[in-house]
């Protein structure tokens, strides 16, 4: 879907050798290729590939980084509020400011020491600003839904002019975006033909029939239920 705003987001391989000792004298070596190689799919981070490694001591991230197209390695933050989760062969960094929280899931499925990007998420968590018009500087949409309020029956763009374009009707039915309902919130699923994902997530928090968005990403659909504990606060903008 066309969005209001928009946030962001091949050459041959060059390799960088990074070595890690670890606490018990051993060493662990992993060949970076430069983004855009390896295994890449979908778009923005996601198409970079296996460009990213990490230096792990005890569970932890002590250092990591990112191969650019041009063979140079940029060095990823590990301070600044930047914060790294492990759990398996997947690496989660988050970082959380005062208006969202951005989020990377990192993953070497084929245990070669080589990471991709596999899903990102942002969060809103300020109350979204207005223009002079009093509308919604986030994407804005009317939601219709069933009886049981567990499906979406229909959805309208709603335009900073107050022009409202349909997106879902019993006429306009996207072959490629899905529409759901979970936890009082609105999700937008956007399948690309290459199969990979991307999602937008809206919440009416002051029930006037009007979702704005909370989150977007791509990959897994983030936890739900951590979105709305991160926009409570803000709620009755919403």
């Keep these: 879907m066309p969005k209001q705003q928009q946030g962001q987001a091949g050459s041959r391989p060059v390799l960088t050798d990074t070595t890690t000792t670890t ?64 759990s398996g062969s997947d690496i989660t960094a988050t970082l959380t ?7 990377l899931r990192f993953s070497d499925a084929d245990g070669d020491g080589l990471y991709n990007v596999v899903a990102s998420s942002h969060v809103n968590t300020a109350a979204p600003q207005t223009n002079v018009l009093g509308f919604s500087m986030r994407e804005a949409i009317k939601v219709t839904l069933d009886s049981t309020a567990a499906d979406v029956v229909a959805v309208s763009q709603v335009g900073w002019n107050g022009n409202e374009r349909v997106l879902l009707s019993a006429d306009v039915v996207p072959t490629n975006t899905d529409w759901s309902v979970s936890q009082g919130l609105v999700v937008e699923t956007h399948t690309l033909p290459n199969g990979s994902t991307h999602w937008e997530v809206y919440r009416d928090g002051n029930a006037d029939g009007v979702y704005t ?16 504990a991160q926009t409570d606060a803000v709620v009755a903008s919403l």
Excluded: C, M
């Excluded at 018990?24 to 799919?41: C, L, R």
């Excluded at 230096?55 to 914060?83: E, H, M, Q, R, Y």
């Design 23 to 86: 606490p018990n004298n051993t060493s662990a070596t992993a060949t970076t290729p430069a983004a855009g190689a390896g295994k890449g799919g979908g778009h923005g981070v996601e198409a970079w590939g296996e460009a990213f490694s990490f230096t792990l001591i005890d569970g932890k991230v002590s250092a990591g980084s990112l191969t650019l197209p041009n063979g140079d390695s940029v060095t990823l933050p590990t301070s600044g509020g930047v914060v790294y989760a492990v």
């Design 97 to 103: 400011t005062g208006d969202r929280v951005d989020q």
């Design 213 to 228: 968005e909370v989150a977007s990403g791509t990959g897994d659909l983030i936890d739900l239920v951590g979105v709305v």
